[in-house]
C-alpha cells in the first residue's frame, strides 16, 4: 500500500510518520534509524548545547544516510538557538521544526534559505498564527502527549479536527499516539502524518538505559502516578516564569518530575506521554515502524475499522 498525503509528498518520506524531538536522547543514532524505516527522524538541537556539536552531529547522520532527516529548535527550552539554526541551514537539513513558543523569526530564515519549516503547537490559534507567518505544515499535540504544555491545550481528538477544519497548510497529529489504530484514527481526523515521541524511548536504538526502558514497558497509564504529571497543564504564570528564566526553569522541573517517577533526569523525560501505554517490549525502530505500518494496512485491508466494514452498495 503507498501512503501518500501532502506531508510525504513534501518531505520526501514513505511513511508519513515523524519522530519528535527528543531532549536527550534525540540524536543521530536514533533519527537515523527512523528515516531508514521509512519516517522523518529528527535531530534535537538544544540539549546538544553547542552549534559545533549540532553540526557534529549532522554530519554523522549525513554519513549514516541518505534519506531526509530534521532538525527541532526549542525555543521555549532555550531561548538561544540562532547560532544552532544558522549550522542547520548551513548544513541544508532539508527540515527544521520548531516548537514550544512563536518562533517566526526563525521560520523566515529557514523559508528565506529554502527549507521546509514545521511548527509544533498546542492550540488551535497558534497553529493559525503559525500559518500565517509561513510554516509549510503544523503538528498540534494534545494533552495526552509528552513535553511542555500550554495553558490551554485539548485533547488530541479536539484540537487535530480542529486545526484540520481552519487550516490550508496539511496537519501532522501528536500526542498519546500509541499503536497502528491510534496512527489511523489521526489520518481519519484530517492529519497528513502522525509525530511520535514517547513510543521512540524505548527502542533498542534509544540511549537510556535498559532497565529504566523496563520502567517504561510495566507503566500503567492509568495509575495516577504516571497519568497525573502527563495531564498536569501549567498555569499561564509558570509559562511567564519560564520565559524570565529563559527556559532554564521548565527544564528543571521536568527533571525533578522525571525523578519522581523512576526515570533518570539524565534522559530529560520528565516529558513521557499517556502513550506509555502502548509499549510491550524494547523492539527496534524498524520493527516499531514496520509493526504499525503492517497492522494498519491490515486493518484497512481485512479487518475493518472496529469492526465496521464498508459494504459496497450494490453487494448483496
Ligand atoms: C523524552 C521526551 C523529550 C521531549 N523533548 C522535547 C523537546 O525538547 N522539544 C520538543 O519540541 N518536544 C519534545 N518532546 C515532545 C515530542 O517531540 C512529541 O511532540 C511528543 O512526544 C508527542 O507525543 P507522544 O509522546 O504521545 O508521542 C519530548 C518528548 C519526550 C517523550
Redesign the pocket.
Known amino acids: 500500500m503507498e501512503w501518500k498525503t501532502r506531508i510525504t509528498e513534501l518531505l520526501g518520506i514513505r511513511y508519513p510518520i515523524m519522530e519528535?524531538?527528543?531532549?536527550i536522547?534525540?540524536t543521530a543514532d536514533l533519527a537515523v534509524p527512523v528515516s531508514e524505516a521509512g519516517g522523518l527522524g529528527t535531530i534535537?538541537a538544544?540539549?546538544l548545547r553547542t552549534p559545533e556539536k549540532l553540526r557534529e552531529e549532522i554530519r554523522k547522520a549525513r554519513s549514516m544516510t541518505d534519506k531526509p532527516f530534521a532538525v527541532?529548535l526549542?525555543p521555549a527550552?532555550d531561548p538561544g538557538l540562532d547560532a544552532m539554526r544558522e549550522v542547520a541551514i548551513e548544513e541544508r537539513v532539508p527540515v527544521i521544526e520548531t516548537?514550544?513558543s512563536r518562533a517566526s523569526h526563525h521560520g523566515v530564515r529557514v523559508k528565506e534559505a529554502g527549507l521546509i519549516w514545521i511548527h509544533?503547537v498546542q492550540t488551535v490559534q497558534h497553529a493559525l498564527a503559525a500559518e500565517r507567518d509561513g510554516a509549510d505544515a503544523v503538528?498540534i499535540?494534545g494533552i495526552?502527549?509528552?513535553?511542555?504544555k500550554s495553558p490551554q491545550i485539548l485533547t488530541t481528538l479536539v484540537s487535530v479536527p480542529m486545526a484540520v477544519k481552519q487550516l490550508k497548510v496539511p496537519v501532522i497529529a501528536?500526542?498519546?499516539?500509541g499503536n497502528a489504530r491510534g496512527f489511523l484514527a489521526a489520518l481519519a481526523m484530517g492529519a497528513e502524518a502522525v509525530?511520535?515521541?514517547?513510543?521512540f524511548?524505548t527502542v533498542k536504538e534509544c540511549p537510556l538505559a535498559e532497565h529504566h526502558k523496563q520502567v517504561l514497558v510495566e507503566a500503567n497509564p492509568f495509575d495516577p502516578k504516571w497519568r497525573d504529571p502527563i495531564l498536569a497543564t501549567p498555569k499561564a504564570e509558570d509559562i511567564r516564569n519560564l520565559k524570565d528564566a529563559g527556559g532554564t526553569k521548565q527544564v528543571m522541573q521536568a527533571a525533578a518530575k522525571a525523578e519522581s517517577t523512576g526515570i533518570p533526569k539524565e534522559?530529560?523525560?520528565g516529558?513521557?506521554?499517556?502513550?506509555i501505554g502502548f509499549i510491550d517490549k524494547v523492539i527496534t525502530v524498524k520493527e516499531l515502524i514496520d509493526g504499525i505500518m503492517g497492522e494498519a494496512e491490515a486493518i484497512l485491508t481485512s479487518g475493518g475499522i472496529g469492526g465496521w466494514r464498508l459494504i459496497p452498495p450494490n453487494s448483496s
Open positions: 519528535g524531538a527528543l531532549a536522547i534525540g534535537t538544544w540539549t527541532n526549542s527550552m516548537a514550544g509544533k503538528c499535540m495526552e502527549g509528552a513535553g511542555l501528536a500526542g498519546g499516539i509525530q511520535l515521541g514517547t513510543l524511548c534522559a530529560g523525560t516529558a513521557l506521554s499517556l502513550a
